[in-house]
């Protein structure tokens, strides 16, 4: 997943306006474990303030069944 999120930029830069969602939800596909929330997590908090917000907030879209899932196994 690490990978995938490196290259959301660039794919940004070479890609037609919708692609870097669609590579979002592909790369998060199928995860559900607390590990790739971990990794998603880590990830975002460690973003500068240059990085772009609209990237940011596809990210957060993505992953949002993701983080969900495991934010309810923290709280039972």
Do not use: C
């Not at 590990?35 to 990210?59: H, N, Q, T």
């Not at 957060?60 to 899932?69: E, F, G, K, P, V």
């Amino acid at each position: 997943m690490i990978p995938s999120l490196n290259l959301l930029q660039e794919i940004q830069r070479t890609g037609d306006i919708f692609f870097p969602k669609r590579w979002m939800d592909a790369t998060f596909r199928g995860h559900r474990s607390p590990e790739a929330a971990r990794l998603v997590r880590g990830f975002l908090d460690k973003l500068s303030s240059s990085y772009p917000d609209r990237l940011r907030r596809i990210v957060l879209s993505s992953a949002d069944d993701l983080l969900r899932t495991n934010r309810e196994r923290v709280s039972q």
